[in-house]
């Protein structure tokens, strides 16, 4: 009598199993699955490289929407830069390789700043400033990797700025910093991308008068040392920044074209950087302020250094703070004029025809 079913041969069993798998393995390694008799492995990009890795389960039907899943997971966490290498395959000898490849923020950070280092020291310190600021956000050894841009959007969007302006400027390195590793991890979406400036009120321009500056130069004339007087008089006739101002120095001069060469600016720290504009150009100067660097010349012309200086110290001004502090402000308040910064408070004066 003959079975109810035909039972082939186990060889022919394994060959039609082994037939099978063949066909499942072709449409499943597609989705990143590779099955073999007694296992799974998954198949993903990981910083430019293909990498495979074992699953110890059984190629079943759950075990392979099992492995399937975990490869979307894999790549959707690569995408966005959260993907734990170690983690995720704890005993893979790629884990330790991946976790050594990936720099850590400080080491990624420390790499940046090390391509700015034709910045001036001021700038310098304060790009390191900020970053030693989004360590304590992040974190200083975490993978870099794993700083996702929902992260930075809730630091930047968690913090309390005292003003958009200083947001903005703390997100010049930590941008350059990610742009950096990412043009170091190309399989990393970049998670600084779509993170965006804060928007800052901008003051009104609001010149003073001529009558004004003639009574502000009048009042310093009359109760501060002359060198102050000389020092506003000329920002007033030039127009220039009080970085470039205190940078300026005798050799600067061409009294025969009377014109002065702004080549240079002060930083914060009293050290020179180049100008903002990142143009040197010639200013041309008004037979008043040529007339007032006459007058300079008496206090610091044999010094062949910076036209001027504080005449408390008798060094060359440091930064604009003092000159701000002791006599800008003070006069302003004494004269009841509206309070301004004193940065460029003069409009250069057209060149007589």
Known sequence: MQPPFHVAPSGARDTQRASALQLQNGMDRARGVELRDKSIRVVFIWQGKQRREKLDL??????????ERLVAEIKSKISVGTFDYAATFPNSPHAAESATDTPTFADACELYLETKGRLADATQSQYRNALEFWKGKFGADTRINLITHGKIAAAVGGHPWPSAKLCNNYLIPLRGTFNLAGREMRDVVNPIVGIENSKHQKTPSDPLTIADMERILADMTERFHRQVAHYFTFAFLTGMRPEEIIALRWDDIDWNNRTICVSRAKTFKGGLKDLKTSKVRDVHLVDRAINMLQAQKRFTYM????IFENPVTGRPWHDEWSQRDHYWK????????????????????RRPR
């Open 303 to 306: 010094k062949r250094a910076e």
């Open 330 to 349: 003070p006069c302003l308040k004494k004269l009841g004029i509206r309070s301004r910064r004193a940065i460029r408070p003069g409009t250069p004066m």
């Open 58 to 67: 059984r190629p079943t039907p759950a075990n392979i929407k099992y492995a």
